[in-house]
């Protein structure tokens, strides 16, 4: 499947039907607002509950829509029966994480049987600007839905 | 000031002052239970609003105590007037993270003027089992208090 | 300065003759094939002393001339008087390293006074072939030149 | 296997016959001087062809031997008909890297069938002074032997 491409109707309700299934996303108030072959966009709105000392956006919470936009992004490529844990990943946080939300992207860059790579990229938004926050890469392991409780170093 | 160093009551203050303004970690549920020179833990115990689509603990609450432990855990070395960002982090998840809560220490491995760099661990405790479920590296810069709203790229 | 101008001759001497006193460039065979504003890129033609155990790049080779291209890249957008320092880089491999040379490229995402952050990029090139083989990020510092024999954790 | 324990005899041909088939390693001048489950550590005596343009250790050769390091460290580990591939490593550069040679040690935190997780440590050795360098982590594979020409994300 092209990256990019239109997903069916079936993948995208799994897609998002796993989303919903995950607690912290509805906590943090996370919303998925895009989502094609191996590629995912979450928006984050500012509250108070998500701030660091500062009021900004706390690096947690970039980081959590972040992985959680790069695990389904590759998750959106996967068989049927199978699961998506995240194995790793890392964060340069390049600008202050202030605005009215962030946007997460995760982006395959490697589809694999084993093993999935994304970059993930955070924007800041305000108003009409639009500040590149965070970026990262991130490595998905591919196991068996029977599996999903295995270590993160198992493929299952 | 030798790691691991018992804290003063100014800096114990300070420390304990900054982590309540983090909205995130109060609503999350997170609590620091250990502070001393360079090594700060957090404690998160587990709830539904946590998790991911499988029912542990979703990846991006272990980050975001992991990096509060890490920040904190550099910001007991820093001077009055200066304030602490992440720069960047990376975490491996090793171990299925479920359980009772999440435990995250954050180490100083060298500490500096500008930059200080920090090992980061989590654990879930499922009664009396500890399980080693994240490992990670993170640099933090010191700015000056007033310039906190900078880019995590500059020292201020 | 716009990422990927021209640079000017001044510029060009500058950074070409500091990579020409990274012994470890030559000793590998590293070329800088192409350079501009933000942007570096090296050439590392095969040879046996660059392989691991099964005759392929050993991703050592990868990772020193990816974190030379960063470095470079930064450089570029330095001022007269400072060095450039790595403080750490992270490289997913995704692909076999083999073919007749490999292609790096460092490019800054975000420029700092103290900190710039490159995304880092290697191809293996296979006579008409280019496969993507590693991706990766990193930090650079900026120190004065009198400096450079510090922490890279520290300005300068 | 006890991490730390004795290897025996064949599984210390098996791992210095795959290191010394390690071109890289050879013309960088690194040594295997120690290797047990789990642990292995590797030396790199000084030379200018190992120099970035100050004069010191290049990060790209304090990269080379942690990612050897870290890589046998987990080869130790794994059973016979297997090799193994670096899928991702970082490494922060935290104090200069000058001095007569480099220590490299690669230590396994968490064994696994598909992934292993090691911390790698690099020591700057100056007379009897030793200097902590680098510390990074990196996540390994388990590939079937005859596999080994297969991308660092397939499990093969």
Not at 24 to 36: K, Q, Y
Not at 106 to 122: A, E, F, N, S, W
Not at 126 to 136: L, P, Q, S, V
Not at 146 to 151: E, G, K, L, S, V
């Amino acid at each position: 499947m092209e990256l990019g491409a239109q997903l069916d109707e079936a993948a995208i309700r799994r897609v998002r039907g796993s989303f919903e299934r995950q607690g912290l996303m509805r906590h943090l108030g996370a919303r998925m607002t895009d989502l094609r072959a191996g590629i995912v966009t979450l928006h984050l709105p500012f509250r108070a509950e998500l701030t660091q000392q500062h009021g900004f956006f706390h690096a947690g919470g970039t980081a959590a829509i972040a992985d959680s936009a790069g695990g389904y992004a590759g998750y959106t490529l996967f068989a049927d029966g199978t699961e998506v844990l995240t194995t790793e990943f890392k964060l340069n946080l390049i600008n202050p994480a202030r605005g009215d939300l962030l946007e997460a992207t995760g982006r395959v860059i490697k589809p694999g049987r084993t093993l999935t790579v994304c970059h993930l990229d955070v924007w800041a938004i305000a108003g009409e600007t639009r500040i590149h926050c965070a970026t990262g890469l991130q490595t998905l392991i591919c196991v068996r839905a029977d599996r999903a409780d295995a270590a993160p170093t198992e493929r299952g």
